[in-house]
């Protein structure tokens, strides 16, 4: 009887798990790479501190979209525009286009930066990136897509590898994260606390949590499996943003190695491989790769399931192009529109790749919010609102990167007063 109970018990877990691991590693996309990469090589182990912190706070955020998506059945774009009205709903989806394009472009960016390290040109692998990408979304169901990118997911562990062969100081790295040195006034440093946090809760993340929730059809029975998978998720992400902090801190940072801001294409495959081992830089190569492709991928897609689910229209990988044409449409016009932008000749793909996750932080709030309002309108949630600890953290979250913002955008103001 026990033995049954137990199989049934792990029948569940499987068939709810997928949505906070498939979100874990998508954070850690191009761009996630990129910050978390820079966040070392110019800082060191200095920022190892927030990776402790963020890991709570995502945890709470992708917790309040799961219990959302399985109290209520419905996308969050969907609740917004049910509780606020079609205008705020406008304004969150906005939020959202403006964040997942300029992200989208990042993936593909990091699609021509990693595979240039291999030799191979951008106007080849960009293109082929993107047929890829759009095949796998209209070509496959649903299950066989989860499965994709539950794979990718687990390649991610090549930056662990790379990490530990990069050979780092692992006492400065305990020193740093513990005793941290915080120079607020220094702007470089305040646009890579913002990027950092901006890059690991994103605004698009939110969407993505409950929309794919929804889609798979969980509800409350499996909130506890949804918990544990999402919980487990944040601890994935961060785990493996601290191996790539201190991969590029034992090797960029420890040589001091400078890395301009309009760094090339070129530059930028050298700066992310660590020097030190060429396997630990063949593998670092190969994961911001495989990050790149499952952003790539799971951008879009997230654009155009909230899209569709906030103004009505059909959405779902499992439907025909003629049952969804909106969806479908959004989905080959964010892949297509990103790679064509990626392209163009001279870009700093560097800054490409960076600068979306410093937007994604200044925007996080606005979503924030809206999460807030409705985990806590026990007319939507029931008995399912938010506990008092996880207000406090999601406030916490919400209005520290709204001071950080306004920080950052002061900073040159004080500096020229100064």
Known sequence: MRSRFSRQRLTLLFAAIGPGLIAAAADN???????????????????????????????????????????????????????????????????????????????????????????????????????????????????????????????????????????????????????????????????????????????????????????????????????????????????????????????????RIEIAPDASAAQLAVALQPFAQRFASGLFAFGLLNASLLGAAILPLTTAYATSETFGWEAGIDKRFREAPIFYGMLAFFIFFAAVIVLAPNLPLLLLMFLPQVLNGMLLPVVLIFVLKITNDRLVMGKYTNSPLFNVVAMLTASVMILLTVMLLASPLIERLA
């Open 29 to 255: 996309d191009a761009g996630g790479i990129t910050t978390y990469s820079l966040a070392g090589a110019r800082f060191g182990y200095g920022l190892l501190w927030v990776l402790i912190l963020v890991t709570f706070s995502l945890a709470v955020t992708q917790e309040m979209g799961a219990r959302m998506g399985v109290v209520t059945g419905k996308g969050f774009g969907g609740l917004i525009r049910e509780r606020f009205g079609a205008k705020w709903a406008a304004l969150a989806i906005l939020v959202m286009l403006v964040a997942n394009l300029f992200t989208t472009v990042a993936e593909f960016a990091g699609i021509a930066s990693s595979l240039r390290i291999f030799g191979i040109p951008v106007y080849i692998s960009v293109p082929v990136a993107a047929v890829a990408v759009y095949l796998l979304m209209v070509k496959f169901n649903f299950r066989r897509v989860q499965q994709v990118f539950l794979l990718s997911g687990v390649l991610y562990l090549s930056y662990v590898v790379s990490g530990m062969r990069a050979g780092p100081d692992w006492h400065q790295a305990v020193a740093s994260t513990l005793h941290p040195i915080i120079p607020l006034t220094n702007t470089s440093y305040l646009l890579m606390l913002v990027a950092t946090v901006g890059t690991t809760i994103t605004p698009w993340g939110q969407f993505f949590i409950q929309s794919y929730i929804v889609d798979k059809r969980l509800d409350v029975k499996d909130l506890g499996y949804a918990r544990a998978d999402v919980y487990l998720g944040a601890f994935f992400t961060n785990f493996i943003a601290f191996f790539i902090i201190v991969a590029c801190a034992a090797t960029i940072w420890s040589h």
